[in-house]
């Protein structure tokens, strides 16, 4: 099939059919946020932070496919306040002490939130009472920090073949799951899974790992998530003003 | 004219992130010729006379005390800073939070591993500040004009935002220099 033409930003690209919006403007050098997406599994559309206008209606890059003529905005200031907004939300609504936290310089969701220039989150702190779990020889899931991305559950699915996680609850109740029991240690889960290496956050943790990289040399300590695919952008402080 | 007034308070926090304003090092006798000290624990001044341009608040509000010098900072300084991230976001005193008022004076004050109370009481005399039921940000008690992250913010940081706010220039911080921890 003959290829595409879009634009991005008013920049017009080319691409194959059947890409979708975020794969498309990553082939062309152009950084579109993301947090649940994950490159070999299938398009989840959880998170909401890579949302674009495509022809002026928001949808998610990383399921939107592309098509002939579309006009996708991506950085602008509308855009970039709905996703702080995302992201600041993630951080109340679970409890993150990053000065403590062992994935801390290696986590997207910090990360993007370094990335914003975010400084400090604007909603009220909900303080969830949420558990720990240790009983897993090998490795650790602190529900603190989940997100919720289920990349985790679609790893263990969809590559180590185990379905060791789940979902229970809806909205605010939503909750990550053990199979067939609540425990880790009576799981299939492995220290060897795909599944351990998915989790944007420090939720899924391997044991007797921590801090083992000094700060400064952490992934995202001295340049921006996503600047692998783009040119790193001047980023200042947030004003904590909001369009 | 006279200097602009800088003035510094530490909340729930660890001093650490006033240890990390004084790690600017020399830089110290250009913030002499830069700037005044309101109250602030490096003079030990505790009350207000005059106006300040910027009050640098560390730590959030665990007690009533907290939130009594906080609203005494807001009503004396123009701009106002959350510096480091238990100000900023509750930080490490702010993991109380995740336990009941009573379970964790219990777990200080009577069944912890290495407390030694004779009496088996939590400590209730009037002169101690009363706990919030929660540990705050600064912002969820008084506005808030700025939030330097960190824990603590960089001594770079500190002097790059303190160098701006009392110069009237816009704050700006490279990347490297936004931190959470
Ligand atoms: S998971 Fe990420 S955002 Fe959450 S506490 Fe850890 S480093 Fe911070
Ligand atoms: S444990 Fe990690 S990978 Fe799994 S849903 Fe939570 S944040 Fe996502
Ligand atoms: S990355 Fe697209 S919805 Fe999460």
Redesign the interface.
């Known amino acids: 099939m003959s290829e595409i033409t879009l634009t991005i930003d008013g920049r017009e690209i080319t691409t194959q059919p059947g890409r979708t919006i975020l794969e498309a403007a990553e082939e062309h050098g152009i950084y579109i946020p993301r947090l649940c997406h994950l490159p070999g599994l299938k398009p989840f559309g959880g998170c909401r932070v890579c949302t674009v206008l495509v022809n002026g209606r928001s949808e998610a890059a990383c399921t939107q496919p592309v098509a002939q003529g579309i006009v996708v905005e991506n950085d602008t200031e509308q855009l970039r306040a709905w996703r702080r907004n995302i992201i600041e939300m993630l951080?109340v609504e679970g409890?993150?002490?990053?000065?403590?936290?062992e994935k801390?310089?290696d986590c997207e969701l910090?990360a993007l939130?370094?990335?914003m220039?975010i400084?400090?989150?604007?909603h009220?702190?909900l303080?969830p009472?949420?558990e720990v779990d240790a009983s897993h020889p090998d490795v650790l899931i602190d529900h603190?920090r989940c997100i919720l991305c289920a990349r985790c559950a679609r790893t263990s699915r969809d590559i180590d073949g185990k379905e060791v996680f789940g979902f229970v609850g809806r909205g605010p109740a939503r909750k990550l799951t053990i199979n067939p029991g609540a425990r880790l240690v009576d799981s299939a889960l492995d220290v060897t899974d795909q599944a351990v290496n998915a989790c944007p956050v420090g939720a899924i943790l391997r044991k007797r790992g921590a801090y083992a990289t000094p700060?400064g040399r952490r992934h995202y300590?001295?340049?921006?998530i996503g600047s692998g695919i783009e040119t790193?952008a001047?980023?200042?402080?947030?004003?904590?003003d909001q369009p | 004219m006279s200097k602009p007034k800088v003035a510094t308070c530490s909340l729930a926090g660890c001093f650490g992130c006033h240890m990390s304003f004084l790690d600017i090092d020399e830089r110290i006798l250009q913030l002499v010729e830069l700037v005044d000290f309101g109250p602030s624990p490096i003079n030990d001044l505790k009350h207000f006379t005059d106006r300040c341009r910027v009050g640098l608040v560390e730590g959030g509000c665990a007690n009533a005390e907290n939130v009594r010098v906080l609203r005494e900072f807001r009503t004396h300084c123009d701009i106002l800073v959350s510096m480091g991230y238990c100000a900023t976001s509750g930080g490490i005193p702010a993991m109380r939070n995740l336990v009941s008022m009573e379970e964790c004076l219990r777990e200080a004050y009577m069944e912890g591993p290495s407390v030694h109370n004779p009496t088996g009481r939590v400590p209730g005399d009037l002169e101690l500040p009363l706990l919030l039921d929660k540990v705050r940000p600064c912002h969820e008690v008084v506005k808030i004009d700025y939030h330097l992250p960190g824990c603590p913010p960089s001594a770079d940081a500190i002097w790059a935002a303190l160098c701006a706010l009392v110069s009237d220039a816009p704050i700006e911080l490279p990347y490297q220099l936004i931190k959470y921890d």
């Open positions: 951080f409890n993150h002490f990053c000065p403590s936290c801390s310089g910090q939130a370094y990335r220039g400084s400090a989150p604007r009220p702190f303080w009472r949420r603190n700060v300590d001295r340049a921006p790193p001047e980023l200042t402080i947030d004003r904590g």
